[in-house]
């Protein structure tokens, strides 16, 4: 099936379009259903999947950065979408400029998985400078995507704005002590961060100990993963120690209220514990 609306189908009544759409997967409805005209964009706002889509995964979909582009743009206006999945897309530089300036204005998109998409540096760059003003996403995974010191540079630049994102995973790029360096400088002062993997990248115990100075003072930082970066095990098992005194901290501080009865709140703790660092 064609992921082109002609145009003889604008003519049709609502409900007809409708049932049309019903035939269409989530991205043709994104790529080929927005922005071609007023009307059908009228159309497809008032189309029930598109006002409950919340979620959209379309890993492994070749969508290159052009089509990257195009989607970026139709999903401009959405505001129901938390979580979007464009793992092994290779969108590259052009394509994450495009969802930087999505998280520029966007204030619902909680979740955001690069994966695998060739963004590169350059591309990291667009993204972390979104991160400066961006008020809504959480969690962001630009794991493999060729990044290396500059590309940890800028998000670090990123980091010390942003008031939001808990989960940055950096996993299988090219970081190395220096990145790590930069990352610690901006975990002095960030205090939202509480997930932080840096899994298979080069760090050495040069960027361990970088990140160590940095956890002395930081005390948010609850997961962090430095396995496969050449680390010595006394750096390691100190950056263990750091990162568990944390999570003892957190639980000390998250009281959680719970309504009992006829509705008199007491103070409760919610424990949640995540594996200090995954050693393989």
Same mark, same amino acid.
Not at 110 to 122: H, I, K, P, R, S
């Given at each position: 099936?064609?992921?082109?609306?002609?145009?003889?189908?604008?003519?049709?009544?609502?409900?007809?379009?409708?049932?049309?759409?019903?035939?269409?997967?989530?991205?043709?409805?994104?790529?080929?259903?927005?922005?071609?005209?007023?009307?059908?964009?009228?159309?497809?706002?008032?189309?029930?999947?598109?006002?409950?889509?919340?979620?959209?995964?379309?890993?492994?979909?070749?969508?290159?950065?052009?089509?990257?582009?195009?989607?970026?743009?139709?999903?401009?206006?959405?505001?129901?979408?938390?979580?979007?999945?464009?793992?092994?897309?290779?969108?590259?530089?052009?394509?994450?400029? #495009?969802?930087?300036?999505?998280?520029?204005?966007?204030?619902?998109?909680?979740?955001?998985?690069?994966?695998?998409?060739?963004?590169?540096?350059?591309?990291?760059?667009?993204?972390?400078?979104?991160?400066?003003?961006?008020?809504?996403?959480?969690?962001?995974?630009?794991?493999?995507?060729?990044?290396?010191?500059?590309?940890?540079?800028?998000?670090?630049?990123?980091?010390?704005?942003?008031?939001?994102?808990?989960?940055?995973?950096?996993?299988?790029?090219?970081?190395?002590?220096?990145?790590?360096?930069?990352?610690?400088?901006?975990?002095?002062?960030?205090?939202?961060?509480?997930?932080?993997?840096?899994?298979?990248?080069?760090?050495?115990?040069?960027?361990?100990?970088?990140?160590?100075?940095?956890?002395?003072?930081?005390?948010?930082?609850?997961?962090?993963?430095?396995?496969?970066?050449?680390?010595?095990?006394?750096?390691?098992?100190?950056?263990?120690?750091?990162?568990?005194?944390?999570?003892?901290?957190?639980?000390?501080? #998250?009281?959680?209220?719970?309504?009992?009865?006829?509705?008199?709140?007491?103070?409760?703790?919610?424990?949640?514990?995540?594996?200090?660092?995954?050693?393989?």
């Amino acid at each position: 099936m064609t992921n082109h609306i002609p145009s003889p189908i604008l003519t049709l009544p609502t409900n007809i379009i409708h049932r049309i759409l019903d035939n269409l997967d989530e991205f043709a409805i994104l790529y080929s259903g927005r922005n071609v005209c007023k009307r059908l964009n009228m159309v497809v706002d008032e189309y029930n999947r598109y006002q409950t889509l919340i979620s959209l995964d379309l890993s492994d979909h070749l969508i290159g950065d052009l089509r990257a582009q195009h989607l970026a743009y139709a999903l401009c206006s959405n505001t129901t979408l938390k979580e979007f999945n464009l793992t092994s897309n290779r969108i590259e530089v052009n394509g994450a400029r #495009c969802l930087a300036n999505i998280l520029r204005q966007n204030t619902v998109l909680t979740t955001l998985n690069l994966y695998n998409n060739e963004v590169g540096d350059e591309g990291v760059q667009y993204l972390a400078d979104a991160l400066r003003t961006n008020t809504a996403l959480i969690t962001l995974d630009l794991s493999s995507n060729e990044m290396g010191d500059d590309g940890a540079q800028y998000l670090a630049r990123g980091l010390r704005k942003n008031t939001i994102l808990t989960t940055l995973i950096l996993s299988n790029n090219l970081i190395r002590a220096q990145g790590a360096e930069y990352l610690a400088d901006a975990l002095r002062t960030n205090t939202t961060l509480t997930t932080l993997d840096l899994y298979n990248n080069e760090i050495k115990d040069m960027g361990a100990q970088h990140l160590i100075d940095a956890l002395r003072n930081n005390t948010t930082l609850t997961t962090l993963d430095v396995t496969w970066n050449q680390i010595s095990s006394d750096l390691e098992d100190f950056l263990d120690d750091l990162i568990e005194h944390n999570q003892q901290r957190t639980i000390k501080e #998250c009281i959680l209220r719970v309504d009992v009865g006829d509705g008199v709140a007491v103070d409760g703790v919610e424990i949640v514990v995540r594996p200090v660092l995954n050693k393989k």
